[in-house]
């Protein structure tokens, strides 16, 4: 599996939590307000460089308050957006035609990538470790790691985890998805291959291993 940090993507956040946009928008970091966007069939036209702003596939915004995703990058002023997929066989629903929308792109890597160092330190694969990046390519259930780490993200999110700020923005929603990481790391199982035979040769229990910190 790829190790290129963090896992998940930002709409991955959304999908867990459909009301993120709303909800947790206060602990976001503001990647862009543009104010006068132009939507066609789908294909957002910014007045600046969406791409020199880090909008990416997997980006989110608002667009007059409405959520949608970023599914395309066109070139680096324009994108292709839609609502968020909660349902993957669901059809795609687009933004309405015009211009002059305001567009406001929200970002939570911050979150992400700290939820991805918890959960790695968490397993026992301290990216400081000589052999850790070697490791977490052999794990063979990668999907179990994304999740732990959508869930910590959104516990950090919520607790309004962030350089200066000490009051939660929303303590029950914290709690809630503090409690989904601690019910899915509790008693699950990691599982290694390290030669590439697709069997998995090593298996750990996330509640029984070693925290490692600096």
Known sequence: MSHTPPFSLDRDLLRA????LTDGAAAAHLKLDEPAASINNGRLTASSSLEAKGVRVGSLLTVDGR???VTENVNATQIF???PAFDPDAPRILPQNGNNRNAVFLDFAA????????VRLRIGLDPEAQDADTR???VTNPSLLKQLEIFRALELVFARFDVGREAALNPYWAGFYGGRYAELLSGATLRFDFNGDAFAE????????PVTRR
């Open 17 to 20: 939590c459909p009301t993120l």
């Open 67 to 69: 959520p949608y995703e």
């Open 81 to 83: 957006i839609a609502e």
């Open 111 to 118: 979150y992400r990538i700290a939820a991805y160092q918890d």
């Open 136 to 138: 977490l390519a052999a």
């Open 202 to 209: 090593q298996e750990r229990r996330f509640d029984v291993l």
